[in-house]
């Protein structure tokens, strides 16, 4: 009985190191991708949503991508911009794709640049639906088209794997802050991972 105890907790022990070095490689990878230094210049610029206050009122992180989308937009003028998200959450009033336009055109936006994917609650199905929007859009293969994809620095490695995933083989990347009172997402990156491929899994299924 002792044998079988010891046997027990040294697999146990091996499973947990194993799940904290899997974490903390993560880790690493998501913060070394989020302190980089991302792209200019693309065709097409997906902002991920995010979460929704009561009605209509975005996050603060949802705001810091729409600040950083509007920045992005002024300074290359020749980017369309594929503002992301639905209206799904209790209360909500308006979709998170019609707040990130709504603003983006009270920043001068010309709204003919402004192309809605407002059907999606999940990244993976950010990346699904908005890319056969672009492809419609421009008439091209998604791999003939320089498209960007923006959202919170902390966020930015796992929604690339996801990107590649959904067919956009080479994502270009476009970061903005993290709220202060948001850096525990970081931590929660660790805990998303398995959500992460379940949603990978059940997108190949229903593609």
Same mark, same amino acid.
């Given at each position: ?20 070095? #899997?974490?903390? /490689? ?6 070394? &991708?989020?302190? @980089? +230094? =991302? $792209? ?80 999606? #609650?999940?990244? /993976? ?6 890319? &056969?929007?672009? @492809? +419609? =859009? $421009? ?69």
């Amino acid at each position: 009985m002792k044998t079988l105890s010891k046997v027990m907790l040294g697999v146990a022990g091996t499973v947990a190191g194993g799940m904290m070095l #899997t974490a903390a /490689v993560y880790m690493t990878l998501v913060i070394s &991708e989020a302190k @980089k +230094n =991302h $792209s200019d210049d693309c065709d097409y610029l997906m902002v991920l949503g995010g979460n929704v206050i009561g009605e209509d009122t975005p996050s603060p992180q949802l705001f810091e991508r729409m600040k950083a989308a509007a920045a992005y937009l002024n300074k290359n003028t020749e980017c369309h911009i594929v503002p992301c998200g639905g209206c799904f959450r209790h209360g909500q009033k308006k979709s998170e794709a019609k707040i990130i336009a709504d603003y983006l055109i009270e920043q001068g936006i010309d709204e003919s640049r402004i192309i809605l994917e407002d059907k999606s #609650t999940t990244t /993976v199905e950010n990346f699904k639906f908005a890319l &056969e929007i672009i @492809k +419609n =859009h $421009s008439g091209k293969d998604v791999s003939e088209t320089r498209i960007a994809f923006l959202s919170s620095d902390y966020h930015i490695y796992r929604a690339a794997l996801i990107a590649r995933t959904c067919g956009l083989e080479n994502p270009f990347k476009v970061s903005c802050p993290t709220p202060k009172d948001a850096y525990k997402r970081y931590v929660r990156e660790c805990f998303v991972a398995p959500d992460l491929f379940a949603q990978i899994i059940k997108s190949k299924f229903n593609h």
